[in-house]
């Protein structure tokens, strides 16, 4: 087993291990922060040992800040994460952008569906979600408009891997709103957290596949 497998699966082994022990739990102790920021950052070496884009290890690099930051209490923390996330998702939709064809996607029925889709629910989230967040509704607004862009450059990308892997990040964004705006206690605010870091950290071992499988291939 070479040493990017060999990160990779310690890196699934820290997020296994954060799955099972504190996505449930919301409180801001260090020990939470720091499993579940290694466990991003363990892709990060992943890609530098495999030489990835340096797009996609920007992008892995600012994923494992955010997760940092918005795992710490406060309103400064959140807002830090959310910018570091927005800018994580710019370095991916130009890692897409470079390998895109508008033609294959213009060509693709079935791409064509999931850019209809996408457009849907960021309009329906604009209008019914955002209001619930508040005094960061403005943030919350153009960070909507950051994640949608990548996930159409995702989906102009021939390969599934991009879209993938958008797809999920995507969701895991839109369990994390839901569970800060709309369910904000209880249980249903547990199970979301739950349903929303898989999908996330899937997400990213999803793009950073796809970008080394896309750049070996160029």
Not at 30 to 59: E, Q, Y
Not at 139 to 164: D, K, S
Not at 198 to 208: E, H
Request: aromatic share 12%.
């Amino acid at each position: 087993m070479n040493l990017p497998m060999l990160l990779l699966l310690g890196g699934a082994i820290v997020a296994t291990t954060y799955l099972l022990v504190f996505s449930w739990n919301a409180d801001g102790n260090w020990s939470r922060s720091i499993v579940k920021t290694i466990s991003v950052t363990m892709l990060v070496l992943v890609g530098g040992a495999a030489t990835a884009p340096w797009l996609a290890l920007t992008g892995l690099a600012l994923g494992a800040t955010g997760d940092f930051c918005l795992s710490r209490p406060g309103k400064r923390a959140f807002l830090v994460g959310m910018a570091a996330f927005a800018l994580g998702h710019l370095a991916y939709t130009a890692l897409f952008l470079s390998w895109a064809d508008p033609g294959f996607l213009a060509g693709s029925p079935m791409r064509l569906l999931l850019a209809l889709g996408l457009a849907l629910i960021t309009t329906a989230t604009q209008s019914w979600l955002t209001p619930k967040a508040g005094e960061l509704r403005g943030p919350v607004r153009g960070y909507v408009l950051v994640i949608a862009t990548m996930g159409f450059a995702a989906l102009a990308v021939p390969q599934p891997g991009p879209t993938i892997g958008a797809s999920l990040f995507l969701l895991s964004d839109l369990f994390l709103a839901l569970r800060l705006f709309v369910y904000p206690s209880g249980l249903p605010r547990r199970f979301l957290a739950v349903l929303l870091w898989p999908a996330y950290w899937l997400g990213q071992v999803f793009i950073l596949l796809a970008a080394l499988t896309l750049m070996n291939s160029a």
